[in-house]
C-alpha cells in the first residue's frame, strides 16, 4: 500500500529522519510509537504527501509520489483516510454535515450517499448528536466525529495520529475497537501512539507490528511490549 524506501527528512536545517524503510503491506495493523518530537508526525505526513522527503522514495500504491500532479495527489489521498489530531472541524455547521465533507469535496452524490453517512455515525456511535455543532462536542465525541470523516471515503488505508490522546481509557479502548475493526475488513492502518497500554490491548485483539522512532531512525520493536 504505502513504502517508504530509505527515507530522510530535514527541516530548519536539521535531520528529523534518516534513511527511514517500512512497507505497509494491504491489511497489515502498525504502530508507531516514539517520544514527543522524535518525528511520528512528520513521517505520517509523509505517507499521505502532506511533506516531500529530503531524500529517498515514498510510493503510494505502486506510485512513486513524486511523480503525480495536483489532481492525481488529491484522487490518491482519497485513498488515504487521515485522523488528525487536532481534529478540527467547521463550527458552523452540524456534525453530519462535518462529516460528509470529504464526500461534498469529491462531488458524490449526497442523496446517494444519505443511507451510508447514516450507518458511518451509528457506527461510531453519533447518530443522536448528528444536528450538534462542533464546540458541543465532548473529546471523544470528537475523535470519534474525526475517525468517522477519515473513512467516509472508504479508503485502503487509515492513518491515525494520536487519536486516543485527549480521552480517557474508556473512550480509547472504543476507539481502538473501531480500528481493529476496520483492520479486520481489510484496511491497512497505522497508529501513531505514545500510549504503550492501548499498544498492549491492540496486540491482544489484531497482529500488530509496533515500529519505534529513535535517534532518526525507525527501529521495529521487541516483542515485550
Not at 506510485?63 to 492525481?72: A, C, E, I, N, V
Not at 471523544?140 to 475517525?147: F, K
Not at 473512550?171 to 492502518?189: A, C, D, F, P, Y
Request: net charge neutral; glycine share 10%.
Amino acid at each position: 500500500m504505502i513504502e517508504l524506501d530509505d527515507v530522510g527528512y530535514s527541516y530548519g536545517g536539521g535531520e528529523l529522519l534518516s534513511n527511514v524503510s517500512v512497507k505497509l503491506a494491504p491489511g497489515s495493523f502498525h504502530f508507531l510509537t516514539g517520544p514527543s518530537g522524535a518525528g511520528k508526525t512528520t513521517l505520517l505526513k509523509l505517507c499521505y504527501g502532506a511533506l516531500t522527503p529530503t531524500s529517498g522514495v515514498v510510493r503510494a500504491f505502486e506510485g512513486d509520489m513524486r511523480g503525480l500532479d495536483r489532481d492525481q495527489m488529491a484522487m490518491l489521498r482519497r485513498r488515504i483516510g487521515v485522523v488528525h489530531q487536532d481534529c478540527r472541524f467547521l463550527d458552523h455547521l452540524p456534525l453530519a454535515d462535518n462529516i460528509a465533507l470529504p464526500l461534498i469535496v469529491s462531488g458524490r452524490d449526497m442523496a446517494q450517499e444519505s443511507a451510508n453517512l447514516r450507518e458511518l455515525m451509528s457506527w461510531v456511535g453519533l447518530t443522536e448528536r448528528a444536528d450538534a455543532r462542533p464546540p458541543q462536542l465532548s473529546g471523544g465525541e470528537r475523535q470519534r466525529a474525526a475517525l468517522a470523516r477519515a473513512v467516509i471515503l472508504s479508503p485502503d488505508v487509515v492513518l491515525a495520529d494520536e487519536p486516543t490522546g485527549n480521552v480517557d481509557w474508556e473512550m480509547s479502548m472504543r476507539l481502538l475497537t473501531l480500528l481493529v475493526e476496520l483492520n479486520k475488513m481489510g484496511k491497512t492502518v497505522l497508529i501513531a501512539s505514545h500510549d504503550l497500554g492501548l499498544i498492549r490491548a491492540a496486540k491482544s485483539q489484531v497482529q500488530a507490528r509496533v515500529l519505534r522512532i529513535a535517534n532518526r531512525q525507525l527501529h521495529l520493536a521487541g516483542a515485550d511490549l
